[in-house]
């Protein structure tokens, strides 16, 4: 919906190198836009698999691009970036890697051309990996962080601006250790917080996980991430990350000093905590951008066969009402879902009143 | 859509201490079957508040129920069920608090009648309270865990039974001490987790929480719960909690040291942690009460106008396709929204041609 053909355009010839989930999407996007993509990736099979997606044609080597995108593991990252950098004189070279200051003092370290290195690290990511999982919209929407070194040149800023632009993503300009510390916070330890919680159910009989409800499934559902990935960033971001599970493991000491000590001393230390975590919830952003949303939630129970979100969503669509947000949860062991509809404040006695002329047995 | 008024019938009158969620939506279940309820509350607001809905009428006093459901917040439930097993000698008395065995403990204390007291707690709630939040489907295909004392009679128990089963839910037996290390692992343990990484987000910039993505959203969600409630339980499970978040807090520990080791030795416990966190994620039952399913995943394109899930959903209702989970997800500081439809794997490339034919933006 808002990749852009006039950034594409202006782009000209750009190489991917690496062709998993980001590289592949990366190429999917800009080829649709028309924009030559040359592809290479050191496992023939993915190439192969990219390149037949659509992604953009096999790089034949020694074709000038005025855009090069490094987009392998982040181990390896640094190190190819080097090599673009010393093969192509000419080229910007920027990568994709979740982790931004170790990259940028390893290139350094290799002696590279730090005027045409500048690295990006785009905010899109699936559960599934591979060129398979790619999508050419993977971008749209999204914050793509660009993080310039002190060397890098502008008009080199502005190639990688191009791209995030080209494929529908929000361009945000940030230091390399200021990125980092934030995806420690707003990624990495989430991450590792739903780990530690998940690694509890490794060894709980069935009738315990029996008992689970929404709850715990938010909670670990990025706990399925890939083992080998997540090391790789926890590890090249292990500071910023240290720094904040310290932070948390002094809460959490806290906390259970607090539930040992009988009493209201501790009580209340609880209550701090989960007062905290109120607050903390309410500064994430709600949709399009703006401050967290409150909207009304009504639930409509959903009879488990085909046709009835057709039904629903065809009333819902004649009366002109919008739906902000949508969660269908199944019950478990019952063929029957509850469908809980999120509409802006204005909206929820025009949508009670529709749901009633359709039938719907819903309660607010 | 499944709440069953022959067992309802067979309970005849039930009395309803406590007009809070839990407490008021048994009552609308309950009146909405015929049945007879009587409510009490100590907030003569609530009290109106839920009789005005249609949980039931005010208790005059004096009346003879068979089943009494303490409905009251955790820190004062057993004092009273102890009243009320006191105040009707045939009563049947049970509670939903949400931990077990520290009210069995004090009701016993209290020197109260234990062949009449069968502890229950519903596993279902709402991230909003009160009776204005109530529904009288609430706990509608959840689980409704029962759990006996030593003293407990089998007629008494088999009216807890009929209650679970009059509202909708499946009755699961439990001990309480079993019942309180479960919930410690599936609800308690990832409140807390939630709330200590969305108190990391109190003190950092906007630029940071700008970069929240859907997996922060899902680890915090539940970090919005009452501090007052989530006190009153953590406190009344201290000792289940704390065994299971020292566990964690151990894993954390080796993680930690991991990361502050460079190498590969640390890497691995990293990885380690990761892979155990992906094998506790599987054992989470899926949809139905089954084990996980594996569904195959479309990513459509929508733009937030009203119609277009009507549209949408019109289209796949009229191919006969049953979409098993839906996630609607808005792109940051744009008005476009990506929502991802679960089908079997069966009906994917059926879904994929009704998707094309409708003109749909796609991406498997």
């Given at each position: 919906v808002?990749l ?8 000209g010839?750009?190489r991917?190198?690496g062709?998993g ?5 990366v ?8 924009t030559?993509?040359?592809l290479?990736?050191s496992s023939?099979t993915a ?10 044609d ?16 982040p ?5 190819i970036?080097?090599?673009e950098?010393a093969?192509?004189?000419?080229t910007?070279v920027?990568?994709?890697a979740?982790?931004k200051?170790?990259?940028l003092?390893?290139v350094a ?10 690295g ?5 990511g ?12 993977l ?10 070194g002190?060397?890098s040149d ?5 190639d990688v601006?191009?791209?995030a632009?080209?494929v529908g993503?929000g361009a945000?300009?940030m230091?390399?250790?200021?990125h980092?510390a934030?995806?420690?916070?707003v ?10 919680v998940?690694?509890?159910l ?16 938010d909670v670990?559902?990025i706990?399925a991430?890939?083992?080998?990935l ?11 990350v240290v ?23 501790g009580l ?10 109120n ?6 952003p709600?949709?399009?951008g ?9 639930t409509?129970i959903?009879?488990d066969r085909?046709?009835?979100l ?5 009333d819902?669509?004649?009366a002109g009402?919008n ?5 269908l ?7 029957v879902g509850?469908?809980e ?10 949508l009670?009143e529709?749901l009633?002329?359709?039938?719907w047995?819903?309660?607010s």
């Amino acid at each position: 919906v808002s990749l852009d053909p006039d950034a594409a355009a202006t782009l000209g010839t750009v190489r991917v190198v690496g062709t998993g989930l980001l590289g592949t999407s990366v190429g999917l996007a800009l080829s649709a836009l028309g924009t030559r993509v040359l592809l290479s990736d050191s496992s023939p099979t993915a190439l192969a698999l990219a390149a037949d997606l659509g992604a953009g044609d096999p790089d034949p080597g020694g074709v000038p691009a005025r855009l090069t995108v490094v987009a392998t593991p982040p181990d390896v990252t640094a190190q190819i970036v080097a090599r673009e950098l010393a093969a192509d004189p000419e080229t910007t070279v920027t990568d994709v890697a979740s982790v931004k200051a170790g990259v940028l003092r390893r290139v350094a370290e290799l002696g590279a051309d730090l005027s045409r290195y500048v690295g990006g690290h785009p905010m899109a990511g699936r559960e599934r990996s591979g060129p398979l999982a790619a999508r050419g919209d993977l971008f749209v929407g999204r914050p793509w962080v660009i993080c310039p070194g002190e060397k890098s040149d502008t008009t080199r800023v502005f190639d990688v601006r191009l791209l995030a632009q080209a494929v529908g993503a929000g361009a945000v300009l940030m230091d390399a250790g200021e990125h980092d510390a934030a995806v420690a916070v707003v990624s990495h330890v989430p991450q590792v917080a739903a780990s530690l919680v998940a690694a509890r159910l490794q060894h709980v009989t069935d009738d315990v996980v029996a008992l689970a409800g929404q709850g715990l499934r938010d909670v670990t559902r990025i706990a399925a991430g890939d083992p080998l990935l997540w090391t790789q960033i926890l590890g090249a971001n292990a500071a910023p990350v240290v720094a904040e599970l310290a932070s948390l493991r002094a809460d959490l000491d806290a906390l259970i000093d607090a539930l040992e000590e009988p009493g209201s001393v501790g009580l209340t230390q609880v209550a701090g905590l989960i007062n905290r975590g109120n607050i903390g919830r309410e500064r994430i952003p709600g949709k399009h951008g703006g401050g967290p949303t409150r909207y009304a939630v009504l639930t409509v129970i959903m009879p488990d066969r085909p046709g009835q979100l057709g039904r629903l969503f065809a009333d819902i669509g004649a009366a002109g009402i919008n739906i902000e947000e949508i969660a269908l949860e199944h019950a478990p062991g019952r063929a029957v879902g509850l469908l809980e509809l999120s509409v802006l404040p204005s909206a929820e006695s025009e949508l009670v009143e529709t749901l009633a002329r359709g039938g719907w047995q819903v309660v607010s």
